[in-house]
Nanobody, 123 residues
Framework: QVQLVESGGGLVQAGGSLRLSCAASRLTFNNYAMAWFRQAPGKEREFVAAISLRGGNTYYTDSVKGRFTISRDNAKNTVDLEMNNLKPEDTAVYYC????????????????WGQGTPVTVSS
């Protein structure tokens, strides 16, 4: 079955950086748009960033624009999220998700999900 495995989460001080990675297996990776979502305690899961099949188009929620960068490597079946200038409000569990063909912002339209990696930003 399809597997998405996230890594790279951890504890960081405000203003610091982290790089999350998601490794995909058992799917034709370059047929899937990829995205990152996050869920903070007591809150709904929210869209963070998405990337098109070949990486030519990227999408971000307003609160992370200019700080986060999504990228993918279709040769390695990986999608990364570079997070800079982290803020305490970025604290959440971050999830990688995959959807055939088209990147969208709605979590309900993604087919495959990873287990998540926690990110904690201290003030």
């Amino acid at each position: 079955q399809v597997q998405l495995v996230e890594s790279g989460g951890g504890l960081v001080q405000a203003g610091g950086s982290l790089r999350l990675s998601c490794a995909a297996s058992r799917l034709t990776f370059n047929n899937y748009a990829m995205a990152w979502f996050r869920q903070a305690p007591g809150k709904e899961r929210e869209f963070v960033a998405a990337i098109s099949l070949r990486g030519g188009n990227t999408y971000y929620t307003d609160s992370v624009k200019g700080r986060f960068t999504i990228s993918r490597d279709n040769a390695k079946n990986t999608v990364d999220l570079e997070m800079n200038n982290l803020k305490p409000e970025d604290t959440a569990v971050y999830y990688c998700a995959a959807r055939l063909y088209t990147a969208v912002v709605s979590s309900t339209q993604y087919t495959y999900w990873g287990q998540g990696t926690p990110v904690t930003v201290s003030s």
